[in-house]
């Protein structure tokens, strides 16, 4: 199958800028129209064309995906489903690669669930081709929400710290939206995906005070809470943004998988190359973890 052109939305973010790189070194890179919400903010590469799109404003949807034949796209819970998939068509898009997750399998009535359930239906009902990429837990997770606690205080609060996933990375996320987009062989697929290797939350953060080790700085603190009280610090640190549902739901996960290695289903089954663990992404990632 030949690419035209190919609309990736979250270009600025981890997995399409990622997915955005990996098409661009391709031996015949497609032509590729990126939408950001703020053109101001945002730089690209300048043989990829930039539009102003937000899914959230049905406005923007026709000049998203005019003239495009296929697209990257995340699911956002406030996307108008109904006319972005109508101005999708109306451009003529063949193929809509969605940005799932996996919680549509194991937790599919949670808010997170419930959002990415939505999107998958829409896109189902649409009739327009689709794979639905189902990543896990995310290797990044650790930057966003681990690192700037480690940055400001030195310590980390956890609870359920034998609590196991296999965290991806986000280069193997896009690696797999990139054969979906290039070759067509995930047409009409969901694809569950992790990492290679199932890891505790404490290893992760004994992954973390190695690196530190080695490179000269102090380890973290590694404080572990029953879950009440781990609520109570997060809520405290992160004050408005974190919601206590979502606490719970965390809590209930990490719970469940106590000493429990998650099953692989790995980026390596579709590209056939070795998938990141996340000792290998924390290496590439390594600043975000050497701040003091
Ligand atoms: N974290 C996990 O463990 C996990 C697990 C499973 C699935 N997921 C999914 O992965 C997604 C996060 O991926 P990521 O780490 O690559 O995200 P990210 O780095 O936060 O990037 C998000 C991108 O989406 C764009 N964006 C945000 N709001 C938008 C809107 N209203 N309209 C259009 N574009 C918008 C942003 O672009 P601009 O700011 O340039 O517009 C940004 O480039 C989540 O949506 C979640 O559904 C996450």
Redo the contacts with the bound molecule.
């Keep these: 199958m030949e690419a035209r052109k190919i609309l990736i ?9 990622s997915l955005l790189q990996q098409l661009l070194a391709t031996s015949n890179p497609p032509s590729i129209r990126v ?4 053109r101001e ?2 730089t690209f590469p300048s043989n990829v064309e930039v539009v102003q ?5 049905t406005s923007s949807y026709p000049e998203l995906f005019n003239a495009v034949d296929r697209a990257f796209i ?3 819970p ?2 108008r489903l109904p006319q972005l998939l109508s101005a999708a068509k109306d451009g003529n898009v063949q193929y809509i690669v969605l ?5 549509v399998e194991f937790d599919p009535k949670s808010d ?1 669930g419930k ?2 359930v939505n999107a998958e239906n829409a896109i189902k009902e649409s009739g327009i081709a689709y794979t639905f990429i ?5 290797s ?2 650790t930057c ?1 929400f681990w690192a700037p606690i480690m940055e400001r205080t030195g310590k980390l609060w956890m609870t359920y710290p034998r609590s196991q996933t296999a965290p991806v990375s ?1 280069d193997d ?1 896009a690696a797999v939206a990139l054969v979906a987009l290039t070759t067509g062989k995930l047409h009409n697929q969901a694809v569950p995906l992790c990492g290679p290797i199932s890891i505790s939350q404490q290893e992760q953060v004994e992954a973390i005070n190695r690196l530190r080790q080695r490179e000269g700085k102090k380890p973290i603190d590694l404080i572990i809470l029953p879950p009440e009280e781990w609520k109570a610090k997060m809520m405290s640190w992160r004050k408005d943004d974190f919601d206590p549902i979502f606490a719970d739901q965390l809590i209930a996960w990490w719970k469940e998988n106590e000493d429990r290695p998650e099953l692989i289903q790995s980026s390596e089954r579709i590209t056939g190359r070795p998938s990141q663990s996340y000792e290998e992404w924390l290496e590439l990632n390594k600043d975000a973890f050497l701040k003091d």
């Design positions: 939305v979250g270009a600025s973010g981890r997995v399409g800028r939408s950001t919400r703020n903010k945002a799109g937000n899914l959230e404003d995340y699911a956002n406030r996307t940005l799932s997750s996996m919680t997170i959002a990415h189902r990543p896990r837990n995310f990044s997770n966003l986000e996320i």
